[in-house]
């Protein structure tokens, strides 16, 4: 990978702290807001469908969507220890042979993935500083449905978030956080040709699912 925001995720996204979420996710699950998108997608109508999640960690949008009756899945992360351990938990619940996992930059590699119905992006704006190439490709990618859950911009996360990007560069770490702004996220969206038809918040998230308005064609 080439992008440095990406080496930050592989350090971040270690072994030891995927190891840690998988064993919360069997334990208690999927988190709620992403219990939440899954919802929203459900209530579109998934069955027949294909999923390109991107950033997906364990895997739990997969697990869930292939459950509901998706057909097959892509998943793309920056984590090679969390595509491991997605890995591991789809062959434990016998789905090993219905999602192709692919490491690296999602921006580098969008050329190179096969579109889908439904692109999912869970808590991946946060973590990427090119939101526009980020949400341009992704949302190219997405024939039917584009959800996605990221921060709200709430000027006290802002600041969090400015705190720990001094202390990251006096130490070193090559992650970064950022809250990007929603009016940019969704300009970019609708012009990809998409309308919104679902909002809620969850706490510091907010879950938005978006159609492709019917005359409109994937874009790029």
Request: hydrophobic share 45%; charged share 20%; proline share 3%.
């Amino acid at each position: 990978m080439t992008n440095c925001q990406c080496e930050g995720i592989e350090a971040c996204f270690n072994p030891k702290l995927a190891a840690q979420e998988l064993d919360h996710y069997r334990k208690k699950g999927a988190s709620k807001s992403t219990r939440r998108l899954v919802a929203a997608l459900e209530a579109e109508g998934v069955a027949g469908m294909t999923l390109l999640d991107i950033g997906g960690g364990v895997g739990a949008i997969p697990h869930a969507l292939l459950g509901d009756g998706v057909a097959t899945a892509t998943a793309v992360d920056a984590s090679a220890a969390y595509l491991n351990v997605a890995r591991d938990e789809a062959r434990r619940r016998d789905l090993g042979d219905r999602i192709h996992f692919e490491h690296g930059n999602f921006v580098e590699l969008a050329p190179n993935i096969s579109p889908a119905d439904i692109v999912t992006l869970d808590r991946v704006l946060c973590c990427f500083d090119d939101m526009s190439a980020l949400v341009s490709a992704s949302a190219a990618r997405a024939t039917h449905l584009y959800g996605l859950v990221y921060p709200r911009a709430f000027w006290l996360l802002r600041a969090l978030v400015r705190v720990w990007s001094g202390f990251a560069r006096l130490t070193g770490n090559k992650m970064r956080f950022f809250v990007h702004a929603p009016a940019a996220v969704e300009a970019i969206v609708r012009r990809q040709g998409f309308e919104r038809r679902h909002y809620e918040t969850v706490g510091l998230w907010q879950v938005i699912v978006y159609a492709r308005r019917s005359s409109s064609g994937p874009i790029g």
